[in-house]
């Protein structure tokens, strides 16, 4: 099975600041890894797919790169409605593997 | 507009069943593969389960295999997963989901709580 490594487990930041959410998988996904946004008591929302490919509707300021085995989630400037668990998915195969979560918090 | 409609869920004893479904509407069901994910309370997101768009194919986590079944009705446009033998652990929030590795828009249900204690 492959295993996503996401880090940090969590982070504290302040409104404007810039965001960096890194992923690792144990062997190489190619591009096949997409990106999702949980906010408390919700459903998750796709923010990203294909690792660097914008949802239709999602703020320019959320950005993703990366291919192979690394790949990362940038927010430029964080905004209030950012404050959230992100999570990477790889879909490369089955079984199909979430990173661990990060949660972004108010500093 | 795609909505993902989810019913079931509730309490049931250890070693219990207990079915969920997905009913999906404004979007031609059949064509689309499906797929469960679970969250335990305060922990993250967990791929359950996926079935192709004919239902012919289906693949599940090592944590459920022999245990959980997915199915679909392409006539009813309705997505199920049966649960049996059900263990503490599987006590969680179960989502359907369309489109999650796709282009285009992903899709959610509202998501459904499974707890699973005596």
């Known amino acids: 099975d492959i295993q996503m490594t996401q880090s940090p487990s969590s982070l504290s930041a302040s409104v404007g600041d810039r965001v960096t959410i890194t992923c690792r998988a144990s062997q190489d996904i190619k591009n096949n890894l997409g990106w999702f946004q949980q906010k408390p008591g919700k459903a998750p929302k796709r923010l990203i797919y294909?690792?660097?490919t914008l949802q239709s509707g999602v703020p320019s300021r959320f950005s993703g790169v990366g291919s192979g085995t690394e790949f990362t989630l940038t927010i430029s400037s964080l905004q209030p409605e950012d404050f959230a668990t992100y999570y990477c998915?790889?879909?490369?195969?089955?079984?199909?593997?979430f990173g661990q979560g990060t949660r972004v918090e108010v500093k | 507009e795609v909505y993902l409609l989810q019913s079931g869920g509730g309490l049931v004893q250890p070693g219990g069943s207990l079915k969920i479904s997905c009913a999906a509407s404004a979007f031609t069901f059949s064509n689309f593969a499906m797929t469960w994910v679970r969250q335990v309370p305060g922990k993250g997101l967990e791929w359950v389960s996926s079935?192709?768009?004919?239902?012919?194919?289906?693949h599940y986590a090592d944590f459920v295999k022999g245990r959980f079944t997915i199915s679909r009705d392409n006539s009813k446009n309705t997505l199920s997963l049966e649960m049996n033998s059900l263990r503490a652990d599987d006590t969680a929030t179960y989502y359907c989901?369309?489109?999650?590795?796709?282009?285009?828009?992903?899709?959610w249900g509202q998501g459904t709580l499974v707890t699973v204690s005596s």
């Open positions: 989901a369309k489109g999650l590795w796709y282009s285009g828009e992903d899709y």
């Open positions: 294909d690792a660097s």
């Open positions: 079935i192709s768009g004919s239902g012919r194919g289906t």
């Open positions: 998915l790889q879909h490369i195969t089955y079984p199909r593997t």
